[in-house]
């Protein structure tokens, strides 16, 4: 399983990968009104394992559309991918399974189109959450379709903390000096960002995505004061796992994927969602502006949309699916998977995550004094040397 060895990190890659070009946003003129016959091919960019044969076999037999797989290991990979051209298969690439550190990069940057999410049946049954997300979504125009999501949560050992921990300030706090693990990723400030949004109000902040410079740089001071306390910047889900597998650390920032794997070894932990809140990620399959197989594309778009897949797809990956039928699924292959995955989760439940979307100097309230996506990844290679 490879979500599992994916990461959502978004160090080293193309510098076009790094920036948000000015092209704009695309023209919705050309929406289709309905799915053509299956072009016999689809291209895909993906965290690994994204159209597993699992769920992917019965599409391609269904559909005639052969799926041609390019796995990427980060957010700033998959942009530099649909950027450079060239799908498996030949021609362009059709899909991309993008997070949201990385979508709103692509729409501005031109390289994905307006998706017709009438043509997707299951889109009414999303989460409200996750048909109009500000991620994918610009001025009610749709950029994708949500696929997967999960929360970043506090993870640590049950038997080495103690009390059990309440916030964010346990990563933040000398006690577990050298013991400590967070994601090796650029949108690791907006977390210090969240964590000084409820604890120092005077900063202003109000989106842990937008923040001027002032509130950027007591972010980072943050995190370079953290620095000393870090056994490990983890990349992969796997490496975070050993790590509380091996008592090489005892709290840090993790997955729900990775609890439960640790769980089900026995190693004794937990996770939890801190007073301050937690950012999460989510994922949406976006349509390039060349894209070849049209059709194809769409008709995936419908397939991976469906209760049933969503729930195959939430379980081999350790993600909750967007589809609100999908629940009873989960529970079908996997009794109590639905709870676990926080798939029937209520609507406060999401006030309490903020979801990643990419930084832009423009600020969403009338100003363009943020700090841009680039700025983060500068930032960041300081925090960690």
């Given at each position: 399983?490879?979500?599992?060895?994916?990461?959502?990190?978004?160090?080293?890659?193309?510098?076009?990968?790094?920036?948000?070009?000015?092209?704009?946003?695309?023209?919705?003129?050309?929406?289709p009104?309905?799915?053509?016959?299956g072009?016999?091919?689809?291209?895909l960019?993906?965290?690994?394992?994204?159209?597993?044969?699992?769920?992917?076999?019965?599409?391609?037999?269904?559909?005639?559309?052969?799926?041609?797989?390019?796995?990427?290991?980060?957010?700033?990979?998959?942009?530099?991918?649909m950027?450079?051209?060239?799908?498996?298969?030949?021609?362009q690439?059709?899909?991309?399974?993008?997070?949201?550190?990385?979508?709103?990069?692509?729409?501005?940057?031109?390289?994905?189109?307006?998706?017709?999410?009438?043509?997707?049946?299951?889109?009414?049954?999303?989460?409200?959450?996750?048909?109009?997300?500000?991620?994918?979504?610009?001025?009610?125009?749709?950029?994708?379709?949500?696929?997967?999501?999960?929360?970043?949560?506090?993870?640590?050992?049950?038997?080495?903390?103690?009390?059990?921990?309440?916030?964010?300030?346990?990563?933040?706090?000398?006690?577990?000096?050298?013991?400590?693990?967070?994601?090796?990723?650029?949108?690791?400030?907006?977390?210090?960002?969240?964590?000084?949004?409820?604890t120092?109000?005077?900063?202003g902040?109000?989106?842990?995505?937008?923040?001027?410079?002032?509130?950027?740089?007591?972010?980072?001071?943050?995190?370079?004061?953290?620095?000393?306390?870090?056994?490990?910047?983890?990349?992969?889900?796997?490496?975070?796992?050993?790590?509380?597998?091996?008592?090489?650390?005892?709290?840090?920032?993790?997955?729900?994927?990775?609890?439960?794997?640790?769980?089900?070894?026995?190693v004794?932990?937990?996770?939890?969602?801190?007073?301050?809140?937690?950012?999460?990620?989510?994922?949406?399959?976006?349509?390039?502006?060349?894209?070849?197989?049209?059709?194809?594309a769409?008709?995936?778009?419908?397939?991976?949309?469906?209760?049933?897949v969503?729930?195959?797809?939430?379980?081999?990956?350790?993600?909750?699916?967007?589809?609100?039928?999908?629940?009873?699924?989960?529970?079908?292959?996997?009794?109590?998977?639905?709870?676990?995955?926080h798939?029937?989760?209520?609507?406060?439940?999401?006030?309490?995550i903020?979801?990643?979307?990419?930084?832009?100097?423009?600020?969403?309230?009338?100003?363009?004094?943020?700090?841009?996506?680039?700025?983060?990844?500068?930032?960041?290679?300081?925090?960690?040397?």
């Open positions: 399983m490879n979500r599992i060895k994916r990461a959502h990190v978004l160090f080293a890659a193309l510098a076009v990968a790094m920036c948000v070009p000015a092209a704009g946003v695309s023209s919705t003129s050309a929406l009104t309905t799915i053509g016959k072009e016999g091919s689809l291209n960019i993906e965290w690994a394992a994204y159209s597993d044969p699992s769920f992917a076999k019965p599409f391609e037999k269904q559909t005639g559309c052969i799926i041609h797989r390019k796995d990427a290991g980060s957010s700033n990979e998959m942009v530099a991918l950027r450079s051209g060239g799908g498996g298969g030949g021609g690439y059709d899909l991309v399974s993008a997070s949201g550190d990385a979508s709103l990069r692509l729409i501005y940057g031109g390289d994905v189109q307006p998706v017709n999410v009438k043509l997707i049946p299951s889109w009414k049954d999303f989460l409200p959450n996750f048909r109009s997300p500000a991620h994918n979504t610009v001025k009610g125009v749709h950029y994708g379709v949500s696929v997967q999501w999960g929360p970043n949560t506090l993870i640590y050992n049950t038997k080495l903390v103690k009390p059990a921990p309440t916030s964010w300030g346990s990563i933040y706090s000398s006690k577990y000096k050298g013991k400590v693990t967070v994601p090796n990723n650029p949108i690791q400030i907006a977390d210090a960002a969240l964590y000084l949004m409820k120092q109000s005077s900063l902040i109000t989106d842990p995505y937008e923040l001027n410079q002032s509130q950027f740089d007591a972010a980072v001071n943050l995190l370079k004061q953290q620095r000393p306390l870090i056994k490990k910047y983890w990349d992969l889900a796997s490496q975070e796992i050993s790590l509380f597998t091996n008592h090489d650390v005892v709290i840090g920032a993790a997955w729900p994927y990775q609890t439960n794997t640790l769980q089900g070894a026995n004794p932990v937990a996770d939890t969602i801190p007073s301050e809140g937690a950012t999460g990620w989510a994922d949406t399959w976006m349509l390039g502006t060349k894209a070849p197989h049209p059709n194809c769409y008709l995936w778009y419908k397939w991976i949309s469906t209760p049933h969503q729930a195959q797809q939430a379980i081999f990956f350790g993600e909750t699916p967007v589809n609100t039928k999908a629940c009873s699924e989960m529970d079908t292959l996997q009794a109590g998977s639905c709870a676990q995955y798939a029937d989760a209520p609507a406060s439940y999401f006030n309490t903020k979801f990643w979307k990419t930084p832009l100097a423009d600020c969403g309230n009338g100003k363009s004094d943020c700090m841009p996506y680039s700025k983060w990844q500068t930032a960041w290679t300081s925090v960690t040397g």
